[in-house]
Every structure is written in C-alpha cells, then in structure tokens.
C-alpha cells in the first residue's frame, strides 16, 4: 500500500452521512442529552441526518420533562386540594408531543416496520421510545 503524502494526510475527507453522530447542542440540559444520545445510538447509523437535530433535541427535553412530572405526580399525587394536578395536564401535553416528535422521526414500530412484515420481524435490537424513557427514568 502506497505511503500518503503530507498534503494528503492534510487533506479533509468528507465523512459520510451515515457515519455521522449527531450530538445535543450545550443549550439542552444535561440529563436530556444523555436520553438524545441514548436515541441516537439506539437506531442504525445513518437513520438520522444533521437536519433531525432539532427535532431529536425536542424530543429529549419533552423526555425529560415527562419523567419530572412524573416524579411530581408519583410524590405529589395526581389529585392535590380536591382538583388534578397541573402536572397531569402538561404531562399529557408532553406525552402528545413525544409521541408526535417519535413518529416524525421514525422512530415508532409503525415507521420501523411494514405492515406485510409486521407479523413476523422482531425490532433487531432497536429500542423503543418507551424502553428509552423506562431506562431514563431508572437511571434516576
């Protein structure tokens, strides 16, 4: 095999798309970017491009409100002072929203598999948004 020259060897390679990995901007709070690297290393590479960014950002963050309102929900009750607690209503207004980010992003069984295969092929290994959010939510 031919030596490279230093001008090659300073040369940039372009990376290929699906070698990529996509990681969390500093502004996503840190307990959301471990749950936005759980989802990203949960899929085959390639299956996110740098343009699903934001969406997986906003997905993580409404992961992680969701387990803290759970938490709020599991010590403080889902009925406080004789009325639901406020944490009910937005936890199923973040329960909407990761489902609808989840299916934006490929990211339920519907999208993984098709429905003439559905029958007969497991998952892979890939996990699922609720086995990524069961997991965050025992990590802490």
Do not use: C, W
């Not at 749950?35 to 997905?59: A, N």
């Not at 996990?127 to 069961?134: F, K, L, M, R, T």
């Amino acid at each position: 095999m031919p030596r490279k020259s230093t001008a090659a060897l300073a040369t940039l390679s372009a990376v290929p798309a699906a070698a990529r990995i996509l990681i969390a901007g500093q502004h996503v709070p840190e307990a959301a970017r471990a749950i936005f690297s759980e989802i990203v290393s949960s899929v085959s590479p390639g299956h996110f491009l740098p343009v699903d960014r934001p969406l997986l950002e906003q997905l993580a963050v409404a992961l992680y409100v969701a387990r803290e309102l759970t938490d709020s929900i599991v010590r403080d009750g889902v009925v406080i002072d004789g009325k639901v607690s406020q944490a009910v209503k937005v936890l199923k207004q973040q329960q909407a929203l990761v489902g609808s980010l989840a299916s934006r992003l490929r990211l339920t069984t519907q999208n993984r598999i098709s429905k003439e295969r559905a029958g007969t092929v497991s998952r892979g290994g890939a996990a699922s948004i609720g086995e990524i959010y069961d997991n965050a939510m025992r990590a802490n």
